[in-house]
């Protein structure tokens, strides 16, 4: 019997060997395959750069920082634009002896000019929170279809109905839903997991798409 738990703890200690080497290998090949594919657009890469993570307050970053890594810089479609694998922990309750990953896949874009916090986030028990932490009322758009997929807060609705138009809020609604908000003088968008080269490219065009149609009075509001 004893040899038997002995053989047990063994196999239990291999597996969660296995498993460590397997996340470092498949870590490092992504790592790998996202560094040649930046290589081949003429864009900058980076291991890591952990000032990212303090630099914006609010979601999706955690107040206790986190890191950044690896970190993608270039242009696409005439915008710059900054974007990195961020993840932080969480430990759920103060007698909680693990801590909880969140890893999310970052892009932001310089905009025009400074102008009032507007996010824009998947309708569901989410939205509300991130609309606290940011303090931000909700704010209407008047489409019931857009409504029921998303979720607008934003302290100026003059702003939110200006950069929402009808020609934004359908570009948001032809697509999948995902998050992003404008924050002073940038755009921010994030999905939950790794950064790859297909989530990156269809990140960047769906934020091109949105600030190519945003009307340039907009960007005269003032943060």
């Known amino acids: 019997m004893e040899a038997l738990v002995v053989l047990?703890?063994?196999?239990?200690?291999?597996?969660?060997?296995?498993?460590?080497?397997?996340?470092?290998f498949a870590a490092r090949r992504r790592h790998a395959d996202l560094r040649e594919f930046v290589r081949s657009r003429d864009w900058g890469f980076a291991a890591s750069d952990d000032e990212l993570t303090r630099?914006?307050?609010?979601?999706?970053?955690?107040?206790?920082?986190?890191?950044?890594?690896?970190?993608?810089?270039?242009?696409?479609?005439?915008?710059?634009?900054?974007?990195?694998?961020?993840?932080?922990?969480v430990t759920p309750s103060a007698t909680a002896k693990t801590a909880i990953p969140h890893r999310h896949a970052v892009v932001v874009v310089p905009l025009p000019g400074s102008v009032p916090e507007l996010a824009v986030t998947r309708q569901n028990a989410v939205s509300g929170a991130l609309a606290r932490a940011?303090?931000?009322?909700?704010?209407?758009?008047?489409?019931?279809?857009?409504?029921?997929?998303?979720?607008?807060?934003?302290?100026?609705?003059?702003?939110?109905?200006?950069?929402l138009?009808?020609?934004?809020?359908?570009?948001?609604?032809?697509?999948?839903?995902?998050?992003?908000?404008l924050s002073g003088s940038?755009?921010?968008?994030?999905?939950?997991?790794?950064?790859?080269?297909?989530?990156?490219?269809?990140?960047?065009?769906?934020?091109?798409?949105?600030?190519?149609?945003?009307?340039a009075e907009a960007w005269r509001h003032g943060g």
């Open 165 to 181: 138009q009808p020609l934004v809020v359908q570009g948001l609604l032809d697509g999948p839903a995902w998050e992003w908000r």
């Open 55 to 89: 630099r914006w307050p609010g979601p999706p970053f955690h107040p206790g920082g986190g890191v950044a890594r690896p970190v993608v810089r270039g242009t696409h479609r005439g915008r710059e634009f900054t974007a990195f694998e961020y993840l932080y922990e």
């Open 134 to 163: 940011l303090d931000l009322p909700g704010a209407e758009v008047g489409d019931e279809r857009f409504e029921r997929r998303y979720h607008v807060a934003c302290a100026d609705p003059l702003f939110a109905a200006t950069v």
């Open 8 to 24: 047990l703890f063994a196999a239990l200690a291999l597996a969660v060997l296995v498993v460590v080497r397997y996340t470092r």
């Open 186 to 215: 940038e755009m921010i968008a994030w999905d939950g997991g790794h950064l790859g080269p297909e989530r990156l490219l269809t990140r960047l065009d769906a934020m091109a798409d949105v600030l190519d149609r945003v009307p």
